[in-house]
């Protein structure tokens, strides 16, 4: 609470009772401030410390008040021997007439102590009982010796120097479940958190602990069930520490030059949610600097506050109004501030992505669009942004570009006391850029000319781009991967290498060069690769380019840099349930575009190298699932692709029956192997290694018996996870089932698998898969 001393002096008296006024407990080591005891905020403001001298109570000064006005003063109690403000508790409420009382029920204090814990306390004197402490009502610090209880919490500063409540808070729910939050006022409303310690129990009793050995955990029944802190900070008799929930939202335990590893450890990308501002406000973008998120105005921007640069930052310029007179409306006005791996991720409303697409593209698309303030940039993807720009951050890992659409520097927009000048700026500018328009212009044509003298071939090759794939020369792929060096496996159309191409910098690429092919099929080469360039799908990888000179056959597509799903599904941990779950939706709608949706239909699995399979599954950054190799049949030589359907033998794992009867192939077959590659993102296990054993005890049986006689739980042993969401659990199960009958048509559409997966289709139950016996 902020006092202000020049307009009145303000004195606190401890629970004022005239029945008790004279009365004070001998032999009371605590009771250090009796009844009637007073301490005044102004210059010659004292105040009541702890034995020790560690702690005092009283009015502190504050370094900046919230009218900026010097003689403000804050009821705290602070560190008294450490220089600077190491304010530990306050009581910040706005003032009314009765400044502030400490509720203690039917029973009377006799006294108050200021404890060498750094707790101040109310003593009733015939018991010597705390009847009010400070340790229960915490503001943003914590110290040894204090517990958070059940439905306690602190609350962070609005910033370093400004003690309001800000919009963070550390809270022990319920359920004890310890919880970071962000919150808004006045209705302290959460919007979801950003960290918890998922310690949550129906009726618990659990409570955060400060012990005097350093360490913050949670405890239940008297047992430690959750470390906040891992390490200690050293003897309390050596060091001042404390843990606060700081106004940037972290939750820090600190002795001097000292800070414990934050919790959570990165701010910047854990407060990212789908509403709201994010770590550093609207228009900033957040840096993770040693532990501590650090906000940043792009150029263009300045910050609302100099002194909080966590309460975001506004332009510098009238936004756009997308009037006819608007300064967005004349591009020669408008330029693009750029700043690397930077990205506001939840404020788009428009997504272009196709393999043309350039960072100059995206500028231009932005630049056309008056409701456009930034675009990002990645790759082949631009994403349109609108004001005001949310949860901005910037990370050396995140490969994209931001572009914001700014006013140039010397041209005044919208100024009604420079309207004249402001209108022969305008005209001047026009004139000057039409001018440079045209001479740009005339040396344009003047290449052309000279590209289509000279360069006919070049021409050639490069005219193929308008099917949406560009045909590059074998020696720009050979270059790409510095003479095929770095190879990054095999498959079955040929092998796989790493590479980085000149006409798209900073971005990896891989580049699949074919081992058979039919010879003088270079045609039909071309119309291949123009069917697959013409599809576009979040799950399908992108095809960039192609090569066919001679003998040369290659093919150019987008990095995935998480590898295989199989890498992911078969390694030493099992990816988290929800995540698995996602990945099987990705992949249906991915098999649901190439079946249904794209203009050409395209069966997956053609031949038996060219299967639904892990293998086959790529994954992003993000962990997307891309599917790879579709379309690539009609590449290999027709005459291998009948042989290679009449060596089958054995349990094929993802393959569906036709194949072993030579049955018409369709796409069923493609459903049939979804529905065994379902089972293994169930269960994290391969089928082809479970078989291995016993060829007519396959997984699909396994699983089967598990369904029918209601032991699911045993395809998800030791997963947590999915073990809280048997519900969830079947219902791919009875998918997958589905998916796997003997009879092609009994098997659903990848569009029907899709809407069951994601739950607006309903389930019915599946008859048993015979598909080993009869096969």
């Not at 506001?344 to 428009?350: G, M, N, V």
């Not at 599809?535 to 840099?561: A, P, W």
């Not at 994954?619 to 009948?642: M, N, V």
Request: aromatic share 10%.
């Amino acid at each position: 609470m902020a006092f202000q001393a020049t307009r009145f002096r303000l004195i606190f008296l401890i629970l004022l009772s005239p029945l008790l006024s004279s009365i004070l407990v001998s032999g009371q080591s605590d009771c250090r401030i009796p009844l009637n005891s007073a301490i005044t905020a102004g210059s010659n403001s004292r105040s009541w410390p702890s034995p020790s001298g560690e702690f005092a109570f009283g009015f502190r000064p504050l370094m900046r008040s919230p009218s900026g006005n010097k003689d403000f003063f804050l009821l705290s109690i602070w560190f008294d021997k450490v220089p600077g403000q190491n304010i530990v508790w306050s009581k910040n409420d706005q003032p009314d007439y009765e400044i502030w009382k400490a509720e203690t029920g039917s029973q009377r204090s006799t006294c108050a102590a200021m404890l060498n814990s750094g707790n101040f306390v109310l003593i009733t004197g015939d018991s010597l009982n705390y009847i009010w402490q400070s340790f229960d009502r915490p503001t943003d610090t914590f110290l040894p010796g204090q517990r958070l209880r059940k439905e306690g919490n602190l609350t962070s500063r609005q910033s370093e120097l400004n003690y309001s409540d800000g919009r963070f808070q550390l809270r022990m729910q319920g359920d004890g479940n310890l919880v970071l939050y962000t919150i808004f006022f006045p209705t302290e409303a959460t919007s979801g958190a950003y960290w918890a310690s998922r310690t949550a129990l129906v009726n618990s009793d659990t409570q955060l602990v400060f012990n005097e050995a350093g360490f913050i955990y949670s405890e239940r029944g008297g047992k430690n069930i959750f470390n906040v802190t891992t390490s200690s900070l050293g003897p309390m008799q050596e060091y001042y520490y404390f843990a606060r929930i700081d106004s940037d939202g972290a939750f820090r335990q600190y002795r001097p030059w000292f800070i414990v590893p934050t919790t959570p450890a990165d701010m910047c990308t854990a407060v990212i949610r789908d509403l709201g501002s994010g770590a550093c406000g609207y228009n900033s973008y957040c840096v993770n600097i040693d532990g501590r998120p650090n906000c940043f105005c792009p150029d263009g921007y300045s910050q609302l506050d100099p002194l909080d640069p966590h309460r975001g930052c506004r332009p510098n310029f009238q936004l756009p109004s997308c009037q006819e007179n608007g300064r967005e409306s004349t591009v020669q006005l408008v330029e693009f501030k750029e700043l690397n791996n930077t990205d506001w991720p939840l404020t788009d409303y428009e997504l272009q992505t196709r393999p043309e697409i350039d960072k100059e593209r995206c500028k231009e698309f932005c630049l056309r669009d008056c409701f456009c303030a930034a675009a990002i940039y990645n790759g082949n993807s631009c994403w349109k942004k609108k004001c005001p720009l949310s949860n901005g951050w910037q990370s050396r890992d995140l490969n994209r570009t931001a572009l914001l659409k700014v006013p140039k520097h010397n041209v005044t927009v919208n100024c009604p006391k420079a309207k004249d000048r402001s209108t022969l700026v305008l005209v001047v500018s026009i004139f000057l850029g039409s001018s440079l328009f045209l001479y740009l212009l005339l040396l344009i044509a003047i290449a052309v000319a000279i590209f289509i003298v000279y360069h006919k071939k070049l021409l050639s090759l490069q005219s193929v781009e308008t099917y949406g794939v560009r045909r590059y020369t074998y020696k720009e792929l050979h270059e790409a991967t510095d003479g095929f060096r770095q190879q990054l496996g095999r498959g079955s159309f040929g092998t796989v290498y790493k590479g980085t191409l000149t006409s798209i910098p900073k971005r990896y690429v891989t580049i699949k060069k074919l081992d058979r092919f039919e010879k003088g099929g270079e045609k039909e080469f071309t119309t291949e690769v123009h069917a697959i360039g013409m599809t576009h799908h979040k799950n399908l990888v992108t095809l960039l380019g192609y090569c066919d000179e001679g003998i040369h056959m290659l093919l150019v597509y987008e990095y995935m840099s998480n590898g295989s799903l199989s890498g992911l599904l078969f390694g030493d941990s099992r990816p988290p349930w929800k995540q698995r779950t996602q990945i099987a939706l990705g992949i249906a709608r991915g098999l649901t575009y190439l079946h249904e949706e794209c203009s050409t239909q395209i069966i997956h699995c053609d031949i038996i190298h060219c299967d639904v399979k892990p293998q086959n599954i790529l994954l992003d950054e993000s962990l997307t699932p891309k599917i790879s190799d579709f379309g690539l049949a009609k590449l290999l030589l027709s005459e291998q692709s009948r042989a290679a359907r009449t060596h089958i033998r054995g349990t094929a794992g993802y393959f569906a029956p036709e194949w072993f009867r030579k049955a018409s192939i369709t796409m069923k077959v493609d459903v049939y192997s979804f529905g065994v590659m379902l089972l293994e993102i169930i269960c994290c296990m391969s089928c082809v290694e479970f078989g291995m054993g016993d060829q007519e005890e396959a997984s699909i049986d396994w699983v089967y018996d598990c369904y029918s006689k209601r032991k699911l739980n045993m395809l998800v042993a030791n997963d947590e996870e999915a073990m809280n969401d048997m519900v969830g659990v079947e219902r791919l199960v009875m998918v997958a089932t589905w998916c796997i009958q003997e009879d092609s048509s009994s098997r659903p559409s990848m569009r029907r698998v899709t809407q069951m997966l994601e739950g607006v289709a309903e389930v019915a139950v599946p008859p048993r898969p015979w598909v080993f016996i009869s096969s």
